[in-house]
C-alpha cells in the first residue's frame, strides 16, 4: 500500500540530546513538509521541500533541521538547541495537481 | 494576525442534528482550502476541499466558501458520535507551496 511511514511512532529523548525522526514515502511525491502539533495550537510548519536536495524554513525552524538526499526520505533532526521539543510530529506530502496533503501517522517526542 | 482563525470549541450536537463549524483566513491571495479530520492521538486525515466560491458537497458534508468574506464553513448533516473529533482549516496560498492550519474546533456528537 502507498503511504507515509514515519517512525519511531514514540520517543524519548534526555535533554541535551539530539534525535532523528523518520519519514519515508512510497507515494512519488515531490513536496513534503515536516509540522509541529502542540495543544490547543494548530499545526505548524518546521520546514518543506519541494525536490530533492532543496528545502525552505518554515515559521518554526530553529533547532532544527533537515535534509532530501532522496525524493522518498525527509528525516527531521531535533537538536539540542530546541527548547521545548516535547511534541507531536507530523510529517506529510503533497499529491500532484491537486494540491493536497496527505500525512503520516506521526512521531509523539516526549522530552525527560 | 494569524493565517488561519478557528473558534475552538468545544461544540456540542445532538446525534442527527447538523454541526456547523467555521474558519475565517487573513491572506486574499489564499486559493485552496481544505478541511482535515483529526481524532484524538491519530494525524489528520482529508474530509474537503475547496478552490471556487459557492458549496461543495459529499456525502453528509458540505464545504462552503466566500471569498469576499474570507470565510470558509464545513456543514455536517445527520450528525454521527462517529464524526465527534477536531476539524482542521487549512488554507494553500501557491506561493512557497505552503499549508497554514487553524488551531482547529473540538466537535462532540452526543448519542
Known amino acids: 500500500d502507498g503511504g507515509i511511514t514515519q517512525s519511531p511512532k514514540y520517543l524519548f529523548r534526555k535533554e541535551g540530546q539530539n534525535v532523528t525522526l523518520s519519514c519515508e514515502q512510497n507515494?512519488?511525491?515531490?513536496?513534503m513538509y515536516w509540522y509541529r502539533q502542540d495543544p490547543g495550537q494548530g499545526l505548524r510548519l518546521i520546514y518543506y521541500?519541494?525536490?530533492?536536495?532543496?528545502?525552505q524554513k518554515g515559521d518554526i525552524a530553529e533547532g532544527y533541521s533537515v535534509s532530501r538526499e532522496k525524493k522518498e526520505s525527509f528525516p527531521l533532526t531535533v537538536t539540542s538547541a530546541q527548547k521545548n521539543p516535547t511534541a507531536f510530529y507530523l510529517c506529510?506530502?503533497?499529491?500532484?495537481?491537486?494540491?493536497?496533503?496527505?500525512f503520516g501517522a506521526g512521531s509523539r517526542l516526549t522530552v525527560l | 494576525q494569524k493565517e488561519v482563525e478557528q473558534n475552538s470549541g468545544p461544540l456540542s450536537v445532538p446525534e442527527g442534528a447538523i454541526a456547523s463549524l467555521n474558519c475565517t483566513y487573513s491572506?486574499?491571495?489564499?486559493?485552496?482550502f481544505f478541511w482535515y479530520r483529526q481524532y484524538s492521538g491519530k494525524s489528520p486525515e482529508l474530509i474537503m476541499f475547496?478552490?471556487?466560491?459557492g458549496d461543495k458537497e459529499d456525502g453528509r458534508f458540505t464545504a462552503q466558501l466566500n471569498k469576499a468574506s474570507q470565510y470558509v464553513s464545513l456543514l455536517i448533516r445527520d450528525s454521527q458520535p462517529s464524526d465527534s473529533a477536531t476539524y482542521l482549516c487549512?488554507?494553500?496560498?501557491?506561493?512557497?507551496?505552503?499549508?497554514?492550519f487553524g488551531t482547529g474546533t473540538s466537535l462532540t456528537v452526543i448519542p
Open positions: 506529510a506530502s503533497k499529491v500532484p495537481g491537486a494540491n493536497v496533503l496527505t
Open positions: 491572506d486574499r491571495g489564499s486559493q485552496s
Open positions: 521541500s519541494q525536490i530533492v536536495n532543496d528545502f
Open positions: 507515494l512519488n511525491h515531490d513536496a
Open positions: 487549512a488554507v494553500n496560498k501557491n506561493t512557497g507551496n505552503q499549508f497554514y
Open positions: 475547496i478552490y471556487s466560491n
